[in-house]
């Protein structure tokens, strides 16, 4: 399958690009950027072209691996559905649920497969843990993830949208739930607060009765930072161990694979744009309830 990325930036170049040029049952044949200089240097790494015309670049290939932020994705994942083009898509799908909604009804129209990209869902580790939890009677869950984002050697210190002060529960809310919703049920009601340091507090309501708790922050000291995912039950506390440094691009390999899976059978993918828009609308009644201070439905 001939993949185009959508993006120049670090995870895109470092991550969707990289991943595709060292896949065995896929080609990379562009990369796409607002900026063309930095689409050119970054297709110059694997010696594809790079360019900023979106139109050309959708006609030659069979997919595209996006990775922009949230708020540029929609319109990019519409105009590649439309094409004919499969999605591999980032997370979040997009920052309100009528563009998350668009993208479920674009991919539909078209009859292309879609997938998100929530790294640990892509991971074997995690499906063992999953497969663990299934046979528990859980009762709940947590997570805490304290991000630097911020500090001096994260990559991602320049990236604007995650300076807003919804950033934490928007980015790292995506990978919780993609974890907590397949353990414990779909999330059904939330309510939460933010702390001074822009903390997010967040416990929500799951279907069936459980419920979990997540704490998240993207400006944490590096002596803070962290991950601790775990559920509790009948079978006692079942942990998630975070995933190794640079382990992200097995991922999307593994991720790029099930797409191609998807496209070929015409099946649906367990995350699949349908399931990006849900967290999509559980992430907005999380904001809401933050801001609100009460519990809100999804």
């Known amino acids: ?34 900026d063309e200089a930095k689409a ?43 094409a004919g083009c499969h999605l591999l898509l980032e997370k ?40 663990q939890a299934s046979r528990s009677a859980l009762v709940g869950g947590s997570v805490t993830w304290l991000a630097s984002t911020f500090a001096a050697d994260s990559p991602f210190r320049g990236s604007v949208w995650r300076a807003e002060p919804g950033a934490p529960l928007w980015d790292l809310g995506p990978h919780a739930l993609s974890l907590m919703e397949p353990a414990l049920g779909p999330v059904v009601a939330a309510l939460g607060t933010r702390a001074a340091d822009g903390t997010v507090n967040v416990v929500l309501e799951h279907e069936g009765g459980a419920t979990s708790t997540h704490t998240l922050s993207a400006s944490a000291s590096s002596l803070s930072a962290g991950e601790e995912f775990w559920v509790h039950g009948d079978a006692g506390r079942l942990v998630l161990l975070p995933p190794p440094e640079g382990s992200a691009h097995e991922a999307h390999a593994v991720a790029v694979t099930e797409l191609q899976a998807a496209a070929l059978t015409g099946g649906a993918h367990p995350c699949d744009a349908g399931y990006g828009a849900h967290q999509v609308r559980v992430l907005a009644a999380a904001e809401a309830a933050v801001a609100a201070g009460a519990r809100r439905q999804v």
Not at 8 to 21: I, N, P, Q
Not at 42 to 55: F, K, Y
């Open 1 to 34: 399958m001939r993949f185009a990325v959508l993006g120049s930036g670090f995870w895109a170049t470092e991550v969707h690009s990289a991943s595709l040029a060292a896949h065995p049952e896929a080609e990379l044949v562009g990369i796409w950027g607002r």
């Open 40 to 82: 050119v240097a970054a297709g110059a790494r694997h010696d594809v072209p790079g360019t900023a015309d979106l139109d050309a670049l959708l006609a030659d290939v069979d997919a595209v691996s996006i990775s922009v932020p949230p708020s540029v994705q929609p319109d990019l994942a519409v105009r590649a559905a439309e």
């Open 92 to 131: 979040p799908v997009a920052l309100s649920v009528p563009d998350a909604e668009r993208v479920v009804a674009a991919t539909t129209a078209a009859g292309v497969a879609s997938v998100v990209f929530l790294t640990y869902r892509f991971r074997e580790q995690t499906a063992s843990w999953l497969e």
